[in-house]
């Protein structure tokens, strides 16, 4: 049985992980960050800090550095939502902020 929960906690956190990079990748390219919710992402962070906390609190590592992982690419969203967060990209020709 525990091989099962590491296998399926391993398929969960690479998930987990990988889930923002298709997003950090598309701000990027197209410079606009206008449709990401600011709201959505400081909320996201918050919470990837708790559970980190979590993690730390009761010794479980995998819980903490996946945790730590998830909140550096969230919170890359967040800074790319606060420089291009007003639309202005590639798409209108005109420079982001």
Do not use: H
Not at 62 to 86: D, E, F, H, Q
């Amino acid at each position: 049985m525990t091989l099962i929960a590491d296998v399926i906690g391993t398929g969960a956190a690479l998930c987990s992980m990988t889930s923002f990079v298709p997003q950090i990748a598309k701000i990027r390219r197209e410079r606009d960050a206008s449709s990401v919710s600011l709201k959505m992402y400081a909320v996201t962070v918050t919470g990837f800090s708790l559970w980190i906390a979590y993690g730390l609190l009761i010794g479980s590592w995998p819980v903490a550095g996946s945790n730590m992982v998830c909140l550096a690419l969230s919170g890359t969203i967040l800074v790319l939502k606060w420089r291009y967060g007003t639309g202005g990209g590639l798409a209108t020709g005109k420079p982001g902020p």
